[in-house]
């Protein structure tokens, strides 16, 4: 991703997870997409499990669908958005994926270095899995988070029968910002984001990165830790009426 400078990597006590969840929860559990997780840059002790009967009074984490979120009510848990439930969600805490990508969280830095931003932002996303808007409802929180509220949002989906499918959805922001957000879903992962601001250009483009040869254009793994996760999740009841308001918007509801 080209941008202005380095960005210094925060410094996060995380002791406090350990016990979100106050006194009488048995430990703190973690659903993610395993193949995302970056454990390399996981700095705090996290335990594997592969159900809920082997979760401990420490952080566990386990791959999505490895059971029912009525399961862990005796847990504190972290979900991505797209597993939030429209109700039954006491010591649940959310997370949107597309934040916890290194690469976004530095031009999230970049975009916001100046003060109020101003310009046009554009994310291409490919998705390996069937159609899901609760994808792009999740992507748009962000997005919300990061530019303030959309004025107008404009959504246009491709024909129900056709593959892949695509959806585009174009916003503007009341500060000034326009935004293109292109989605397609089909059978891999990458992703595209393109910023022009007053003096900042950024690009990123996964499918054109590799730490080894950077000639080379191997896919390099969009992943993200689980430090982040713990440092960037929000209470389920604090999410879910800003992320229901945009599944709405994209032709989607909370199951």
């Given amino acids: 991703m080209t941008r202005r400078k380095q960005m210094k990597k925060p410094y996060v006590d995380y002791g406090n997870y350990y016990n979100k969840g106050g006194e009488g929860y048995m430990g703190t559990i973690v659903l993610a997409n395993m193949e995302r997780i970056d454990f390399v840059t996981t700095t705090i002790d996290v335990d594997v499990v592969d159900s809920v009967a082997n979760v401990r009074k420490n952080i566990s984490l386990m791959n999505l669908n490895t059971a029912s979120l009525l399961d862990f009510n005796d847990h504190t848990l972290f979900i991505p958005a797209t597993l939030l439930p429209k109700e039954n969600f006491n010591h649940v805490n959310v997370y949107h994926e597309l934040a916890q990508y290194p690469f976004f969280q530095q031009a999230q830095s970049v975009i916001q270095e100046n003060g109020a931003a101003k310009g046009v932002f554009r994310l291409r996303r490919v998705v390996n899995e069937e159609k899901n808007t609760a994808i792009i409802a999740s992507d748009l929180c962000v997005l919300s988070s990061l530019f303030g509220e959309p004025a107008l949002i404009h959504v246009l989906h491709s024909q129900a029968n056709t593959h892949p499918n695509h959806v585009i959805v174009m916003l503007h922001f009341a500060g000034g910002v326009m935004a293109h957000v292109d989605y397609t879903f089909s059978n891999k992962e990458s992703i595209e984001l393109e910023w022009s601001g007053v003096q900042q250009i950024i690009e990123f483009h996964s ?44 032709g989607g509801v909370v199951e």
Avoid: G, H
């Fill in 207 to 250: 499918d054109e990165m590799n730490p080894f040869d950077p000639k080379s254009f191997t896919t390099l793994p969009l992943q993200y830790n689980v430090d982040s996760i713990l440092r960037n999740a929000e209470p389920a009841e604090q999410v879910l009426p800003k992320f229901q308001e945009f599944l709405q918007a994209v």
